[in-house]
């Protein structure tokens, strides 16, 4: 599958294959990539060497948050998939719900109900092996309700707040 994935102002051209090992190859911008790429709940384990690094996503791909150790960063991608998405969106509305991208423990809920938000604002801090991620507003609006508690565990895809 091919990618492209903007990150800090940087767009990259990725290609990704999953082999039958469960390994994936990768190729950036046309060259192998000289690590070993396993899918992991959440991410991606990264070997370089010696050394292996778990890079969590999450999010929607028009603003994927990631986190490695403690380096955060957020990534456009698009592919064949979020063109897709695009299309069947209806005139670029956004869900009236914020989901877990992936399972976890709610840390910190960063809203009320009834609060108004941006794009962008931080609403709800959930952890993720032993990682926090702090989750963002993707659009304007009123928070309607928060189904969910700090402490509380949650698989992914469960809804944590509803908007207005």
């Known amino acids: 599958m091919k990618y492209r994935v903007t990150i800090e102002g940087e ?3 990725v290609v990704v294959q999953h082999l039958p090992s469960g390994a994936i190859e990768v190729q ?3 060259a192998p990539w000289p690590g070993e790429v396993r899918a ?3 991410g991606v384990s990264l070997k370089i060497g010696h050394e292996v690094i778990e890079v969590l996503a999450g999010g929607p791909p028009e603003r994927l948050d990631l986190a ?3 380096l955060r960063s957020s990534a456009v991608v698009e592919g064949a998939r979020s063109a897709g998405r695009k299309k069947r969106a209806s005139g670029g509305a956004s869900s009236n719900e914020l989901r877990a991208p992936m399972p976890g423990r709610i840390v910190k809920i960063l809203v ?3 609060a108004t938000v941006e794009p962008g604002d931080a609403l709800v801090v959930i952890e993720a092996m ?3 991620n702090e989750l963002r507003a ?3 609006g009123e928070i309607a309700a928060i189904e969910v508690k700090e402490g509380q565990n949650v698989e992914g ?3 944590l707040l509803r908007f207005a």
């Open 11 to 13: 767009e990259h051209e």
């Open 28 to 30: 950036l911008d046309g």
């Open 40 to 42: 992991i709940a959440g």
């Open 68 to 70: 490695a150790g403690s």
């Open 112 to 114: 009320q109900s009834g």
């Open 130 to 132: 032993k990682m926090e």
């Open 138 to 140: 993707e659009r304007a």
């Open 157 to 159: 895809n469960a809804v």
